[in-house]
DNA sequence: AAGTGGTCTAGACCACCTC
DNA sequence: AGGTGGTCTAGACCACTTG
């Protein structure tokens, strides 16, 4: 019989529209530069908008395009590198790593972070609230778990909330000695505050960095780090920063 | 003035399916357990497949979800902790870790990948295949490229190709020693065969880790891992491997 | 006010898996 | 064959930004 499939396993057309949009940035594209509206887009294409902007989706989430509402889409600049865990172990807020502590609360949490701290689930902890930019955009935020018997000295007398509380209770921990932490990435999607602090919409995706700090055997305190996923590549250096290298796809579809 | 916005923001109603699903897996499912069908779904909370899909997509981003064509949405279990470089540094394929050589080809590789070498860019390199099986489910495929000069000594007579090839050419690489690694990663989607090697459709979120090893100030070889985004957490644990902790998503919407 | 991307609908058909 | 999720369409309206 004939029909031997020539012209079988037809790609999505989105898959497809991907490519070839993909390639145009390349050649055709400089950064920054904004690309037609997704409805003339689409009709050059000759697909339905809905079909357009799933491509749209998957060059975003690859780093290669940025949308904003009311604005366009733009052709993105290279993931900035962002350095974590920079060098060896170091307590959070030590030197001067790209964080910056904004707030610090009392509250209980979650449940994970309760289970890692060997606390009661409902007992509160201090709750320290870090953002850090790079290249002038905001790029993770951050919740900082701390026991208060990882904060045995800390005195009454300091404001109960805000940014000096918020340094006083880093001050307070980085008297204890750091015994070895424990890193893990995963991916997420952003909460409603956790966008808008991130400048996206709600369920924009994000790499949660999960750090355990240890001391005398114990977890003396859990960050809760979510980076931009769309803009940052997360570094583990051993070495220095290295130069950028471009586009997370692996291999030609 | 009366008008104070009582009820604003109204947020998306896939978000708040979202959120109304999440609470339901948590309280109301087992793993393993397989949901309603969409359309059923959809119906049930009043809305159109696309918006509930929309709700589905994100819960599946986040690995609470598992959907498979032909069979259904099912509940997905907590992600595995995968080791990512578990102790100092080490080749690749050095003792036993979760990789297995696949096969090896010579070819050029990806322009970004050929500056990284320091190579010119349609110069081939060796490129070795790996793959990863964790509980029975493979999560991660690799390419590994090795320069010619990495492995000078590469006798001719071994299999120009195949797995046994690769295991050759990684021997060989073992040989020069290793003066440090430098590791990134970032959000990338899957291309045609990565998803095929995965079990996924292409597109899928993947974790991209993207490692340099370093030998004499060159770079002696660069490993690019694509990890399915959905069943795994990289790990950089200083120590062991350390106890499961629930979903990414990390503050309240 | 006009233009952008974001949400939502109600359909249709297709690819895949299982029985 | 029947059921599932995956793709695609052609519309509508909304939220947001900008002149």
């Known amino acids: 019989m004939g029909t031997t499939q020539l ?68 052709v993105a600049p290279p993931r ?30 979650p449940g994970a972070v309760a289970r890692m701290l060997e606390t009661a689930p409902q007992e509160p902890v201090h709750t320290v609230r870090r953002s850090r930019v790079s290249h002038g955009q905001p790029v993770a935020a ?41 890193r893990s990435v995963e991916l997420g999607s952003a909460g409603a505050d956790d966008a808008k602090e991130l400048d996206r919409l709600p369920g924009a995706p994000v790499l949660v960095v999960t750090t355990r700090f240890f001391t005398e055997g114990r977890t003396a305190a859990v960050s809760l780090a979510t980076y931009r996923a769309d803009t940052c590549r997360l570094t583990f250096g051993d070495s220095g920063s290295v130069e950028i290298h471009h586009g997370p796809e692996t291999r030609a579809s």
């Open 7 to 74: 012209e079988s396993v037809p790609e999505p057309k989105y898959w497809h529209l991907r490519t070839v949009l993909s390639e145009a940035l390349d050649s055709e594209f400089a950064v920054g530069e904004i690309l037609p509206n997704e409805r003339e887009l689409a009709a050059r294409f000759g697909v339905a908008r809905a079909t357009l902007r799933q491509a749209l989706e998957q060059l975003e989430l690859e780093g290669r395009l940025q949308r904003r509402r009311g604005v366009g889409t733009t």
């Open 142 to 182: 951050e919740l900082l778990y701390i026991p208060a018997s990882s904060v045995p000295d800390l005195s009454a007398i300091d404001a109960p909330t805000g940014t000096t509380r918020a340094r006083a209770v880093l001050r307070e921990l980085h008297r204890q000695t750091l015994e070895g932490q424990d």
């Open 80 to 109: 900035v590198g962002v350095a974590v865990g920079p060098s060896g172990h170091a307590w959070p807020g030590a030197g001067d790593d790209g964080w910056q502590a904004v707030d610090c609360t009392l509250a209980a949490p």
